[in-house]
């Protein structure tokens, strides 16, 4: 059952004696057999939209590692691509968009067609079906802010400034992009849901940039509406709010936003989030990935320095970030067996 699951019943605030573990990005390059599968796709969208390519990539892992939570292999740029923006991935650089650098450039977006996602949900249809029964089952998004960002500059920018620059020029034409990515997003995610995920996770990678104001404005608000409106539609469903870079705001959020997880990024410590979060709050992370590329005794270190902070609350092992595609998969073997030694679990 649903509940018997250890992440689920993390994420419904109850600690575990072993914390559930999965990791960002752990469908990925790192893998032999991913790399082997990327060969057969003609580019990274063609790849996220073959369903039985996206599938057996989400499965990878959880053949190789057992993780407590499968995650959905797609893309958060799949919604801009949904809504008439030209999108690209190039071998090394990146994603390419067409830039939005007008006010008229927003009015020109079409309608968020979820229909066009319909190979996402196949996917979904697809993984469910083959999990083990213990094993849960992520789905997730890009927040506004992180997928509006792309969308103005057209690519990645060490700090957003295209975006911030458009918000503050052309404020009420950024805050309809805003509000039209809200509504994508929720309905989104409701259909992934309705397909087969369990929980949802909303990717805010780039809210670290953001002065007061700004993240308030653009990365609080509208990951707490789509919070509360993803809960009128599907009460049930857990969300996990991974917002980078907002360590000082920790506190705050997890009392507004109304998420059942909050992820930890790679800087925060993890002692002072869990003084600063009530007892009953599901943490998830923060091991850095470049413990888990470095291994060994500093490997062992960093896992013992993390459980022990978050022993007897509601915690999910994780990485701070996603796990780097040169990590080497003895690495990954000794996390799990470290994480899970003496537990009887593997």
């Known amino acids: 059952m649903t509940e018997e699951k250890p992440l689920i019943a993390a994420l419904r605030g109850v600690a575990q004696e072993v914390p559930p573990l999965w990791l960002m990005r752990q469908a990925g390059r790192y893998l032999p057999e991913y790399r ?6 003609k580019s990274f969208l063609d790849f996220c939209y073959t369903p039985a390519m996206a599938a057996e990539v989400t499965l990878q892992p959880i053949r190789r590692f057992h993780f407590d939570a499968a995650i959905l292999f797609s893309d958060i740029l799949v919604v801009p691509d949904a809504m008439g923006q030209t999108v690209s991935f190039e071998t090394g650089e990146g994603p390419r968009l067409a830039p939005i650098e007008t006010p008229e450039g927003v009015a020109r977006l079409g309608a968020f067609e979820v229909e066009k996602l319909s ?5 979904i249809d697809r993984v469910k079906s083959q999990l083990p ?5 992520i789905g997730f998004c890009g927040a506004p802010w992180t997928v509006a960002s ?27 992009l805003i509000d039209r990515l809200v509504e994508a997003s929720v309905d989104y995610l409701t259909r992934q849901v309705d397909a087969g995920v369990e929980v ?13 104001n700004e993240f308030e404005a653009w990365c609080a608000r509208p990951i707490a509406r789509m919070v509360a409106a993803l809960k009128e539609k599907r009460p049930a469903t857990p969300v996990i709010a991974f917002v980078r870079g907002a360590d000082a705001q920790l506190p705050g959020l997890t009392r507004r936003l109304g998420a059942e997880g909050y ?8 002692s002072w989030a869990v003084s600063e979060t009530a007892s ?18 500093a ?14 609350r509601p915690h999910i092992f994780n990485l701070g970030h996603g796990i780097l595609p040169q990590t080497p998969i003895e690495h990954v073997e000794r996390l799990v067996a470290k994480v899970r030694r003496g537990f009887g679990r593997s």
Request: charged share 20%; aromatic share 10%.
């Open 36 to 41: 082997a599968l990327r060969t057969q796709a």
């Open 200 to 212: 949802v996770q909303i990717f805010d990678s780039w809210a670290g940039v953001l002065p007061a």
């Open 133 to 137: 029964g213990d094993v849960a089952f």
């Open 150 to 176: 792309y969308m103005i500059a057209g690519k990645g920018t060490p700090d957003q400034a295209p975006a911030r620059l458009f918000a503050f020029r052309h404020h009420e034409a950024f805050q309809q």
């Open 280 to 297: 009953t709050v599901c943490l998830q992370g923060n091991l850095d990935p470049l413990a888990l590329l470095a291994g060994g005794s």
């Open 119 to 123: 190979p996402v949900f196949e996917t």
């Open 263 to 270: 992820g930890l990024d790679t800087a925060l410590d993890a």
């Open 299 to 312: 490997l062992d270190r960093e896992i013992d320095t993390i459980l022990d902070a978050f022993h007897g």
